[in-house]
Nanobody, 116 residues
Framework: VRMVESGGDSVQAGGSLRLSCLAS???????????WAWYRQTADDQRERVAQ???????TYADSVKGRFTISIDRSRKKVYLQMNSLRPEDTAVYFC????????WGQGTQVTVPS
C-alpha cells in the first residue's frame, strides 16, 4: 500500500486548500477496517495528528485546527480528504495521511505553506 498525498500549495493567510490522500493498492476491506487520519510535520520535525475519521464516520480534531479543518472519506475510492479553511502561518507543514496507528509506509506528503 502506498499513501499518495496531493493538494498542497502556498496560500495567503485566511485562504483555503483541499488535500487528498489515496491509499493506493489497499484492499477495500482493509481500508474500511481502519481509522484514518491526517498528520502534519513541521520544519522542526514535530509530527502532530490534526484530524481523524473513525469507521462509523465520527471525526475528531486537534484543538489547533478545530472549526477550520474538515476531514472526510470516500471509501469507494479509498481516499481521505482534508478541507482546510482560514489557514494560518502556523499551519505551514508537510501533511501526511495514514491509519491510526500508522500501519502503512508513510508517503511523501504534501507541502502546505502559509507565509506570515
Amino acid at each position: 500500500v502506498r499513501m499518495v498525498e496531493s493538494g498542497g500549495d502556498s496560500v495567503q493567510a485566511g485562504g483555503s486548500l483541499r488535500l487528498s490522500c489515496l491509499a493506493s493498492g489497499a484492499i477495500t476491506s482493509v481500508f474500511n477496517s481502519k481509522i484514518w487520519a491526517w498528520y502534519r510535520q513541521t520544519a522542526d520535525d514535530q509530527r502532530e495528528r490534526v484530524a481523524q475519521v473513525s469507521r462509523d464516520g465520527t471525526t475528531t480534531y486537534a484543538d489547533s485546527v478545530k472549526g477550520r479543518f474538515t476531514i472526510s472519506i470516500d471509501r469507494s475510492r479509498k481516499k481521505v480528504y482534508l478541507q482546510m479553511n482560514s489557514l494560518r502561518p502556523e499551519d505551514t507543514a508537510v501533511y501526511f495521511c495514514n491509519s491510526i496507528p500508522p500501519d502503512f509506509a508513510w508517503g511523501q506528503g504534501t507541502q502546505v505553506t502559509v507565509p506570515s
